[in-house]
């Protein structure tokens, strides 16, 4: 156990909130949590430290004190804690806290138990440095876990979060002290003359009051000042020697709002005399400084002598602490070129937008653009190219365009005017309109080669390329990566033609050619290798990856996926941190891992809109739908499709648009709603064709082909089916399972089994690609039901048995529990009824456990009707009854129609026949509305049965039909009653 902390000593004299630290004291012992928020300077820590002390004795806790910085996220704040842990000599206790390649949750969650079991008051400084949404992560899963364990944090801003389990902490904010408090603590500090004076100066606020105390009422600034240069560290006090630069702990208004007017003479005759480091909004005061006379007197050389010394002083600041706030790069850029030296100004700040774009910290990039210097930006140059990547990556095209085309407008014909218009062309790329970036690619391509600027025309061609692969024009983009790789080589260009043999292995990818996407992938790897790139060869790294994931080979592909997780969160990206997540939620769905998939896709989204990636927050949305998809979970999958939407409307993406409303018409597909499914799908196929994505568009067009197949249009379907046949043959992958499944599904449902099998057959065979994990289940469920339907039960129940291990071998619990459901039907249909139940009951387990409704919906039907058919009719009643809940809470409607005409037979079977003829006409009604043919007989069969059929409808016609229909089942069960 320890037994000495790391917590400072509250300060002396601590005099004033002796009310508010009896308040906390009292607080502390039910709460969690407690959250002191007020300005700068106002007292937090101290109010702080001196709790934790208090109750340190008082609730037998150990103290344990964080600071917070500027930049952090909450993966920084809990190794921050485990290096704490360590200092104190008890490194085991936290040795979890800085596993990055552990969600943030996960982390979170150990450190509660690590608060509990340690008995620890941890005292987290400034907490609300941290992004708002870790900061709600975070303190929410240490509010609902907390037993033993306390956190006092201090903040500037309220810190909001969710509790699960209902907890909630306590909150105080700190005002300025009163004037008996202030008169107190005054006199504590050895001044007890001009009190009136002294306190118009500092107006109540505990930092002004000791600073003008120790200054004195008549040095005033000059006071304040010496107080201010004892508490600095080495750096900034060589910084202030230079220039007498003054941090101040409050901005302007935040004085003046807390402390009165008062407070602002003072203030205001500090930023007379001194530059303020601390910006609040952009750089200000440098005009002060050179129009202060005393500095006048020092001469220009002297001045810029003492620019260019300040210049260094903050560059150097920048490199030793490397954080995401850029005050100190901006700080160094404007005395750089006050020093008369602006090309070391502009090499400094595109290196650090560079550190900032590559870790995807995209809002950091656009505060240091923001912050530069107005009249600079407003110039064609390479940071007025960055100003305009920096508003596309989060999101603000329509501004990045009109920033372009005002640079544009003023730039000579040049390799600069060519990188503006490439600029331009990824700007249109991301609203996508392919035709016009394009088009302004094109126009920079050929400015490039005019001026011979080799370099560029090599990442034209990529760019051209990218749009070509991008809208599955394959063919046309494998050149174009070829030429940008000759000319990479030529100007010694490494990473061009890394990127250029990257995307030429993406398209053998995309085309089903794994072999040669793997020989590509791994040059393309080696060469990030020789350029030391971890970033380029964390995404060939995922390329790999994906072809292990296409291959069956999840674990691998897991492996690789949380690999690539590590190394981004090492590197500060948090793009590659969320890209990173979302493949691993992309490999816990084709495991059948829906929830660990949601968590994933929350986690990655939360990242996006931390560092304002507008993209990212779509796409993540968008996977986050067809994962509540994926489980059943429609009303969930809907919103958040919804919510995608508007994401890609915002930022003006169409395509975006276009994916959203596929995943939209399937969502509608699965729940039945065959009207709302067909309208989303034409709004897509409307997109995608005018946007010229023959894939996305080919994707349309199957889903809308299984709608009509299952309304009984076949024949539009099979049309619908061969034009996306032809749109991904033109991609170079006519052959690919979901194609050759949606072909083998409209065989079988026109009644050509035979085609149906030989396709099914030839999809799963062995071979040295094969189709996912996923694909492969779906075939064997397939060419199972192919066998069935023509009467031979032995073959199918081998071929689902075969799934159920593939399912099992590669860790698919989805795929398992769907192969279970389709083994016990089997089971069942051979009369080896026991064996059918407990198959259902293993699916039903395994569908709740993972969260999965439409399976839970599915697998309760097929064990009430099992239990019917063995008698049980009250286990019969109660697991149709919950398929019944089940599929109408989802809008399942072959479940719930099938559900109520098993509760109609129990109720035949009971002799109630108004029970069962009520039933029967609810299921009738659903039949109907499903087009669910041999439902609606089955339901006019119990109605006839029950004594309400229609004249002409008898029973024994309605059993006829369901034999020629080869529905022996359910002709089967209506010949019971009859």
């Not at 842990?85 to 138990?113: C, K, M, Q």
């Amino acid at each position: 156990m320890i037994t000495f902390h790391n917590c400072p000593p509250p300060p002396e004299p601590f005099v004033g909130r002796e009310r508010e630290l009896e308040l906390l004291e009292k607080r502390l012992r039910d709460s969690p949590l407690i959250t002191l928020v007020g300005a700068g300077g106002i007292g937090k820590t101290a109010l702080a430290v001196t709790l934790a002390s208090r109750a340190a004795e008082s609730l037998d806790l150990i103290p344990l004190f964080v600071a917070c910085r500027p930049g952090w996220a909450a993966g920084a704040f809990l190794a921050a804690i485990h290096l704490e842990l360590s200092r104190l000599g008890e490194e085991s206790f936290g040795v979890s806290l800085r596993d990055r390649t552990s969600s943030v949750r996960d982390r979170t969650v150990h450190l509660a138990g690590l608060l509990d079991r340690g008995g620890f008051l941890l005292v987290a400084d400034d907490l609300g440095q941290l992004p708002a949404q870790d900061m709600k992560i975070l303190v929410g899963a240490l509010v609902d876990r907390l037993e033993r364990g306390r956190i006092v944090a201090t903040s500037r801003r309220t810190v909001r979060y969710t509790s699960l389990a209902g907890r909630s902490g306590f909150e105080m904010r700190l005002k300025v002290l009163g004037r008996d408090d202030a008169i107190r603590l005054l006199a504590a500090l050895g001044r007890t003359e001009r009190v009136d004076d002294l306190l118009a100066r500092a107006g109540g606020h505990p930092l002004y009051l000791r600073l003008v105390a120790r200054g004195g009422a008549v040095a005033g600034a000059a006071g304040v000042l010496e107080s201010v240069l004892a508490g600095l560290g080495p750096l900034d006090l060589e910084a202030l020697r230079a220039l007498c630069v003054l941090r101040v702990p409050v901005s302007h208004s935040d004085t003046v709002d807390l402390a009165g007017p008062a407070s602002a003479s003072t203030l205001e005759r500090l930023e007379d005399l001194f530059i303020l480091t601390r910006v609040h909004g952009g750089r200000r005061h440098l005009p002060a400084f050179v129009a202060d006379p005393l500095r006048q007197k020092l001469g220009p050389d002297e001045l810029k002598a003492r620019h260019r010394r300040a210049a260094e002083l903050f560059e150097a600041r920048y490199l030793a602490e490397m954080t995401l706030v850029p005050d100190a790069v901006v700080e160094a850029f404007h005395h750089f070129v006050e020093a008369g030296d602006a090309d070391r100004a502009t090499l400094l700040l595109a290196q650090a937008a560079a550190t900032l774009e590559a870790k995807g910290c995209f809002r950091e990039l656009l505060m240091l653009t923001d912050q530069a210097d107005p009249e600079y930006m407003s110039r064609p140059n390479e940071l007025a190219l960055i100003r305009a990547r920096s508003l596309r990556l989060v999101g603000k095209n329509r501004e990045a365009l009109r920033t372009l085309a005002e640079l544009e407008a003023i730039c000579p014909r040049g390799a600069l005017a060519a990188a503006i218009w490439a600029e331009k062309g990824q700007v249109l790329q991301d609203l996508s309109d392919g035709d016009g970036a394009l088009k302004e690619f094109y126009r920079a391509l050929e400015l490039a080669r005019e001026v011979g600027a080799r370099l560029l025309e090599a990442q034209l061609n990529n760019k051209v390329a990218t749009v070509l692969k991008d809208r599955g024009e394959y063919d046309r983009a494998v050149p174009l990566y070829r030429q940008a790789a000759d000319f990479g080589m030529e100007v010694s260009a490494d990473v061009e033609v890394a990127f250029a043999m990257h995307n030429m292995a993406k398209i053998h990818y995309l085309r089903g050619r794994l072999d040669q996407a793997r020989a590509l992938v791994e040059r393309a790897q080696n060469s990030y290798e020789r350029l030391d790139d971890p970033m380029g060869r964390a995404l060939a790294r995922n390329l790999v990856a994906n072809i292990h994931r296409d291959l069956g080979d999840l674990v691998t592909a897991r492996e690789i996926y949380s690999e690539n997780l590590a190394t981004y969160r090492s590197l500060g990206s948090r793009f590659g941190e969320a890209f990173s997540l979302s493949n691993l939620g992309d490999v816990a769905r084709e495991e059948g891992r829906i929830e660990e998939a949601r968590e994933a896709y929350l986690e990655a989204r939360q990242l996006s809109v931390a560092i304002g990636n507008r993209f990212g927050e779509g796409i993540y949305t968008t996977r986050l739908a067809e994962a509540h998809r994926a489980c059943g979970d429609y009303t969930e999958a809907l919103a958040a499709v919804a919510q995608a939407r508007t994401i890609w409307e915002a930022i003006k993406n169409t395509s975006g648009v276009g994916w959203a409303l596929t995943v939209e018409g399937e969502i509608q597909r699965d729940r039945g709603a065959y009207a709302e499914a067909l309208a989303a799908l034409e709004q897509a196929e409307s997109i995608r064709q005018r946007l010229k994505e023959s894939g996305g568009l080919a994707v349309c067009l199957l889903a809308r082909s299984m709608i009509l197949a299952d309304l009984g249009d076949l024949s539009a379907a099979s049309s619908l089916a061969e034009r996306a046949a032809e749109l991904l043959a033109k991609g170079g992958g006519p052959d690919s399972p979901q194609n050759l499944s949606s072909q083998a599904y409209l065989l079988f449902r026109r009644g050509d089994r035979k085609g149906a099998r030989q396709i099914l057959e030839a999809l799963i065979a062995p071979g040295p690609v094969g189709p996912s994990t996923r694909e492969r289940v779906r075939a064997l469920g397939s060419l199972a039901a192919v066998h069935v339907a023509e009467g031979d039960p032995a073959r199918a129940r081998n071929l689902i048995e075969e799934s159920l291990r593939f399912s099992r071998g590669h860790h698919d619990r989805r795929g398992e529990a769907i192969a279970l459901v389709q083994l016990g039907a089997v089971l069942a249909s051979q009369g080896e009824l026991d064996r059918a139940a407990e198959s259902f009951r293993s699916s039903l387990a395994l569908a709740q456990g993972l969260g999965d409704r439409r399976g839970e919906a599915q697998a309760a039907l097929g064990l009430g009707e099992t239990m019917l058919e063995l008698g049980a009719l009250e286990e019969a009643q109660r697991f149709l009854g919950r398929a019944v809940e089940l599929s109408q809470g989802g809008g399942y409607v072959r479940p719930e129609t099938r559900a109520l005409l098993g509760l109609a037979e129990a109720a035949l079977a009971r002799k109630l026949s108004e029970q069962a003829a009520e039933l029967a006409g609810r299921a009738l009604d659903r039949a109907v509305a499903g087009a669910l043919g041999p439902e609606k007989l089955f339901a006019q069969g119990v109605l006839a049965l029950a004594g309400q059929g229609v004249a002409g409808c008898p029973a024994s016609r309605m059993i006829e039909e369901l034999e020629a229909q080869r529905q022996g089942s359910l002709a089967g069960r209506l010949k019971r009653y009859g």
